[in-house]
């Protein structure tokens, strides 16, 4: 709520990043906003990948008041839109709070004081110290140095509140978050029981007054069966978090030393309090579960170095290993598919700019760069590559496009496009073109040829990052058996590279396939593998 | 509908390449994390206004463990359908 940013200026920047005009990505933000609109009303929900969700939920008639006469009447059933964030959306936006963890805290403690949250505001503060003045035990510790949330404490044992107070001030100075001030009675507890169990692990030292009067009242447990049970876990965690100042620990590391005379003044009193209040049997709970270790705060233990290099060189020989072993037939493969596209290349690319300049029928010009084709061994189809392209867009635009319902995109071929072209168009990989060629087996006989205006129906990817999804992978591997199919059948000899290029994209391509294949073949492409 | 379909629409609408218009959309997204990263809040015509606000501290019950525990504060994603939204899908059909 503190910020905002234009419409326009949002524009502004979205052009900038993109290279658009600035009519354009506004004209595209608006149809984006319609076509969620429409998904709405269609669908229901709308997903918008890396966002959220767009939801209609439906709201059931109720009563209500009307606000300006204050008479009742009936709210109509509707529906509400609802948009729920994604998780690394709701991560992203929590990062200022992310490294701060739910903390388990015994019943008898206090809703501690916050500092600094937005959402607090001057009314509440206000209102709030008039009431914490009201419990006459209360009255004492409650020199407010901090601003108590929520209602008064219904319960007993506001004797943390003195601590607070000193504290607060110190706190905003150093590392810990400002909402972690008001924590600080858990945490000089926590360091409590651990200097407690360091030096007095079975309660040796006499009376528990004895060894209130040592240190700060770090905990609300009951300091006999804390002291036993808490882990050295809690010794790691508390170490970033806690704030008191042990006067003789030295084990315990601490972030903001505090004067230790107002420690001594405030601790025998609201030391002796807790202790008969404190009867909890939850105590023993608390030791163990009650902390989440967190070792982002805390220096990183020494064999977790060792244990990462050791894994990082199993890494390194396995990456060598396999790419010594896997490396010799696939560089051969894909050389060979790579060298008769550029062969293609050059070839067509003469006879293309021979017939396109006088007016030449389409089809001629497209059927004569396929004859070439033919003859080398190619992936790439009629027309030229590059070139072709730009020319392609220019004319795409003059063809009708529709939409299929089944995840499909409807494209009309134009002057000098190619499978492999197209594919590098919608899906900026130009090997995945038999998947539009499968797609089309009907339309298309020879993988080779396409026509201009011939209209191709174009998968449209399931995912919504760039990768293929499983069964996208398993269409393009399916793509590249009836490829292999009918090069073998027409007699082209590195028909099997298809094969193995089919083995790529879905390890059990086969096992899909009803028809049998050439039993080398298989092997050849099994092998390789 | 889901993200491949509204890529599918806007790439149909604007005769786009199905890559082209996924990248273009990543952008604005992008664009509409930055800002509520940083506690911007944005309005889109016809759509709505985006913006975040920040859940103070509470205490919760656990159950499993029978114990209160101290949930931290919390900056989350607020979205508001503006008018135009709201009159046009009230009455559909869910």
Redesign the interface.
């Given at each position: 709520?503190?910020?905002?940013?234009?419409?326009q200026e949002?524009i502004d920047?979205?052009a900038e990043?993109?290279n658009?005009s600035k009519k354009f990505t506004h004209d595209?933000?608006?149809?984006?906003?319609?076509?969620?609109?429409?998904?709405?009303?269609?669908?229901?929900?709308?997903?918008?990948?890396?966002?959220?969700k767009f939801k209609?939920r439906?709201m059931n008639e109720r009563e209500g008041y009307n606000p300006q006469t204050g008479e009742k009447m009936t709210i109509e059933a509707?529906?509400?839109?609802?948009?729920k964030?994604y998780k690394?959306?709701?991560e992203?936006?929590?990062?200022?709070?992310s490294d701060?963890?739910?903390?388990?805290?015994?019943?008898d403690?206090t809703?501690?004081s916050?500092e600094d949250?937005?959402?607090?505001s001057e009314e509440e503060k206000v209102s709030q110290q008039p009431p914490s003045d009201e419990p006459a035990e209360v009255t004492d510790e409650e020199e407010e140095g901090f601003i108590p949330?929520?209602p008064p404490p219904t319960v007993k044992s506001d004797v943390e509140d003195s601590e607070d107070s000193t504290e607060e001030d110190r706190d905003t100075t150093g590392d810990q978050a400002p909402?972690d001030a008001g924590?600080d009675e858990e945490k000089e507890e926590e360091v409590k029981a651990e200097k407690k169990e360091q030096e007095d692990p079975f309660g040796i030292s006499s009376s528990e007054e004895g060894k209130e009067a040592d240190e700060d009242v770090v905990e609300y447990r009951p300091p006999d069966e804390e002291e036993q049970e808490s882990s050295s876990l809690d010794q790691h965690l508390d170490k970033a978090k806690k704030e008191g100042k042990q006067e003789t620990d030295e084990a315990v590391e601490q972030e903001q030393p505090e004067p230790e005379e107002e420690e001594v003044e405030t601790e025998p009193e609201p030391a002796e309090e807790p202790e008969p209040v404190m009867t909890s049997d939850?105590g023993s709970?608390?030791s163990r579960?009650?902390y989440i270790p967190s070792f982002k705060k805390n220096q990183t233990p020494p064999w977790i170095w060792g244990a990462a290099a050791v894994i990082g060189l199993l890494v390194i020989v396995l990456a060598i290993w396999f790419f010594s072993s896997g490396n010799g037939a696939d560089q051969q493969a894909e050389q060979s598919i790579a060298s008769t596209q550029t062969q293609s290349e050059e070839v067509t690319e003469q006879p293309e700019s021979q017939t396109t300049r006088p007016a030449t029928s389409e089809e001629e010009s497209v059927s004569e760069s396929s004859e070439s084709d033919s003859q080398s061994q190619s992936q790439s189809q009629s027309g030229t590559q590059t070139p072709g392209q730009s020319t392609a867009q220019e004319n795409?635009?003059n063809q009708p496009?529709?939409?299929q319902q089944n995840?499909t995109?409807t494209r009309s071929v134009a002057r000098g496009q190619t499978l492999w072209g197209l594919a590098q168009?919608?899906?900026?990989d130009p090997y995945l073109w038999p998947w539009i060629y499968d797609a089309n087996k009907a339309s298309i006989r020879n993988p080779d040829i396409i026509l201009v205006g011939q209209t191709l129906s174009?998968p449209?990817?399931?995912?919504?990052n760039?990768g293929l999804s499983a069964t996208d992978s398993l269409e393009v591997a399916v793509g590249y058996v009836e490829t292999y199919r009918w090069y073998k059948n027409n007699g082209q000899e590195n028909a099997k590279y298809y094969l193995w290029a089919a083995k790529i994209y879905d390890q059990n391509v086969f096992d899909h396939i009803t028809q049998p294949i050439d039993e080398d073949d298989l092997a050849f492409a099994n092998r390789v593998r | 509908m889901n993200n491949s379909d509204v890529v599918t629409a806007l790439a149909e609408n604007w005769d786009m390449s199905l890559a082209e218009t996924r990248r273009l959309l990543d952008t604005i997204v992008n664009t509409f994390k930055e800002n509520l990263a940083q506690g911007t809040s944005f309005t889109i015509p016809e759509l709505g206004t985006f913006d975040t606000h920040t859940r103070s501290k509470r205490r919760a019950y656990n159950p499993h463990y029978e114990q209160f525990m101290m949930l931290p504060p919390k900056r989350v994603v607020d979205f508001r359908p503006s008018k135009g939204l709201k009159e046009d899908l009230k009455d559909v059909e869910l």
């Open positions: 709520m503190s910020e905002k940013v234009t419409f949002l920047s979205i990043q993109t658009n595209f933000l608006k149809d984006l906003v319609s076509v969620i609109n429409s998904g709405l009303e269609r669908d229901g929900s709308v997903n918008i990948a890396g966002l959220g209609l439906r509707h529906n509400k839109v609802v948009f964030p690394g959306l709701r992203l936006v929590n990062a200022p709070y701060e963890d739910p903390k388990m805290i015994d019943e403690e809703v501690a916050q949250i937005e959402d607090i949330t929520g909402w924590e939850s709970k608390v579960d009650s795409a635009s496009q529709q939409l995840g995109v168009k919608e899906y900026e174009i449209v990817p399931d995912e919504a760039y | -």
